[in-house]
């Protein structure tokens, strides 16, 4: 196993990789995607190690995203490439003193954009955690902005799909020929939508509705697992909601194991809304599942091909290091170690002067993508910052993992 100090090294190499390019370019704002993410990153890095260089780093990069902005014909809101992630970033900095509080006035003129926003994705039913009104009312409850996740709240009432107890919301469904689909993954899901509302909960946004909302959706997964040993995993990514419950017609593979999709994200929402709702029987199950999940290591088994946070090694190996600090249980803190191991072995360049780890298996030679928070390099080395400084101040609700 990489010890701490060897740990550093590789992720020294990284933070002088994004120093080495002087000028960098991105063609978006994004937290996921694009410059935002290396905001953050520095951001924790500066909290980290007060290192100067890093702080001067954070300010030509805000300096950047302000030209992007200005030059921008057409703005993109969402929280994963457009301008709700460069918000939670300048809101990120301003809370931990990084940047004066004068910025204050920028984000007040954005929150009003994104306000309008939320209002523009409803009325075409983008609802997406990513790419669509989540994403952006999640960013506004952090600024104790709360209307817009009204809003979101009252449309997902409305828009629920209920059988008995459960609850849920269809998907994907481009004709009235189509079979509705839903979703049921953390990143574009139904539990991405359970774990909005329970961030809505915490905002004190319509509480008795949320609970209910979150409580018949909690229902809907659970009466929707299956047998372990048969797929290799709990949750298929959707299912066809025509007939059901008495017919269910389910996307018969097994799903991944990754943050995005599949059993990793889904259990770890499911366990956190266990430990909100004190349900101590939802909270032990859900436990002993992660347990049989951290099992799936083949590749075979849990389809990682690269490194990159949100299908890769270094998402699950996050995950399972946040399950540890909470649970203290060494198999899963084995299981966090095992996914860096793997990770590491994703250093494409250990001989050449510079340095990255793959996603090239993706998306060739993308200068975004393979630097992003996402998919790239700039997520590989929070994840190693996290893991080595663990009393800097947390950044993962951005991903939905708080």
Not at 73 to 84: C, I, Q, R, T
Not at 179 to 203: R, V
Not at 255 to 265: E, P, T, V
Request: charged share 25%; glycine share 6%.
């Amino acid at each position: 196993m990489i010890s701490n100090h060897d740990l550093d090294k590789e992720y020294r190499k990284l933070i002088d990789f994004f120093h080495g390019d002087a000028f960098p370019e991105y063609s978006t704002l994004g937290l996921y995607t694009g410059l935002s993410g290396e905001i953050l990153l520095f951001s924790k890095h500066y909290l980290a190690t007060r290192d100067q260089r890093s702080l001067k780093r954070i300010h030509l990069l805000l300096d950047r995203g302000m030209k992007i902005l200005n030059n921008l014909n057409h703005f993109d809101p969402s929280l994963s490439s457009g301008v709700a992630g460069f918000a939670w970033v300048v809101n990120f900095l301003i809370s931990h003193e990084i940047i004066d509080s004068e910025s204050e006035e920028i984000l007040e003129i954005i929150d009003d954009f994104l306000s309008l926003s939320v209002v523009r994705f409803l009325n075409v039913g983008n609802i997406d955690l990513l790419n669509g009104a989540m994403g952006i009312a999640h960013y506004l409850i952090k600024r104790e902005k709360i209307e817009s996740a009204k809003s979101i709240v009252v449309f997902l009432d409305k828009k629920k799909i209920k059988f008995r107890d459960e609850i849920t919301w269809e998907f994907e469904k481009k004709s009235s020929l189509e079979s509705p689909i839903c979703d049921l993954s953390l990143a574009h899901g139904c539990t991405g939508i359970t774990y909005f509302l329970s961030q809505c909960l915490k905002g004190k946004v319509y509480p008795d509705l949320c609970r209910s909302l979150i409580s018949g959706n909690v229902n809907f997964l659970l009466k929707n697992m299956r047998q372990h040993g048969k797929s290799n995993s709990f949750f298929a990514n959707r299912l066809e909601l025509r007939d059901y419950p008495n017919r269910i017609v389910e996307d018969i593979k097994g799903s991944r194991l990754a943050w995005c999709y599949g059993d990793l994200g889904m259990l770890y929402t499911l366990y956190n809304i266990a430990i909100d709702f004190n349900d101590k029987q939802l909270e032990n199950n859900t436990l002993k599942n992660l347990m049989l999940t951290s099992k799936r290591k083949a590749q075979k088994d849990t389809g990682v091909i690269d490194a990159g946070f949100c299908h890769g090694a270094i998402g699950i190996c996050y995950v399972f290091y946040k399950v540890f600090l909470k649970t203290g249980l060494k198999k899963f803190e084995d299981a966090s170690k095992f996914w860096l191991e793997e990770a590491l072995k994703y250093n494409f360049n250990n001989e050449k002067p510079d340095y990255g780890f793959s996603s090239l298996e993706y998306y060739g030679n993308s200068d975004d993508l393979t630097r992003s928070l996402l998919e790239g390099m700039t997520g590989v080395a929070l994840v190693f910052q996290s893991i080595l400084y663990p009393s800097t101040p947390e950044w993962d609700d951005c991903i939905m993992l708080s």
